[in-house]
Antibody
Framework: QVQLQQWGAGLLKPSETLSLTCAVYGGSLSDYYWSWIRQPPGEGLEWIGEIHHSGRTNYNPSLKSRVTMSIDTSKNQFSVTLSSVTAADTAIYYC???????WGNGTTVTVSS | QSVLTQPPSASGTPGQRVTISCSGSSSNIGNNYVYWYQQLPGTAPKLLIYRNNQRPSGVPDRFSGSKSGTSASLAISGLRSEDEADYYCAAWDDSLRRLFGTGTQVTVL
């Protein structure tokens, strides 16, 4: 059974860059898109984007100018960076597989001066 | 349209049937599969329904999904206290992005 384990810095200052990584256990990166999704406190889910094992990406147009996703097939990991963060980027960030059907446990990211 | 529209809340007594709607457009629900998720407090979302009406193994058959045109629905029959959670629909949009619903909080009275 595929499991996702994610990690990254939980406290950032405005203008810094958010960086998160998700490792895939019990399965391969192949043949799937791998997603990042976030949820601000008390709010709904927002899709950030996705990356295919081939490296092809699709990003949320509202975040596209600040988002970069990458994939490391040798480590079975994928990552996201979000530049120039503000308080509005404070959220729980989830990595996920595909539609998505498998989710990571989430990483709480707080942006505060 | 950047989101799929759901009612903010729904409720029922134990044993009742509750239905949650999800409204989109021809570029998302109308042309792609719909997925439904359950999010219990403090936890990651869990897949309930995929490809409009399919249940992953382990999901009770009390949960069912349907789609018609540019709208979809999730029905919970035989409502139980443990069904109290937030529910989200999701669909791919032909503009190459995934959309989530606004979310519905289900309360068991």
């Amino acid at each position: 059974q595929v499991q996702l384990q994610q990690w990254g810095a939980g406290l950032l200052k405005p203008s810094e860059t958010l960086s998160l990584t998700c490792a895939v256990y019990g399965g391969s990166l192949s043949d799937y898109y791998w997603s990042w999704i976030r949820q601000p406190p008390g709010e709904g889910l927002e899709w950030i984007g996705e990356i295919h094992h081939s490296g092809r990406t699709n990003y949320n147009p509202s975040l596209k100018s600040r988002v970069t996703m990458s994939i490391d097939t040798s480590k079975n990991q994928f990552s996201v960076t979000l530049s120039s963060v503000t308080a509005a980027d404070t959220a729980i960030y989830y990595c996920a597989r595909g539609p998505p059907d498998v989710w990571g446990n989430g990483t709480t990211v707080t942006v505060s001066s | 349209q950047s989101v799929l529209t759901q009612p903010p809340s729904a409720s029922g007594t134990p044993g009742q049937r509750v239905t949650i709607s999800c409204s989109g457009s021809s570029s998302n629900i109308g042309n792609n599969y719909v997925y439904w998720y359950q999010q219990l407090p403090g936890t990651a979302p869990k897949l309930l329904i995929y490809r409009n009406n399919q249940r992953p193994s382990g999901v009770p058959d009390r949960f069912s999904g349907s789609k018609s045109g540019t709208s979809a629905s999730l029905a919970i029959s035989g409502l139980r206290s443990e069904d109290e959670a937030d529910y989200y629909c999701a669909a791919w949009d032909d503009s190459l992005r995934r959309l989530f619903g606004t979310g519905t909080q289900v309360t068991v009275l």
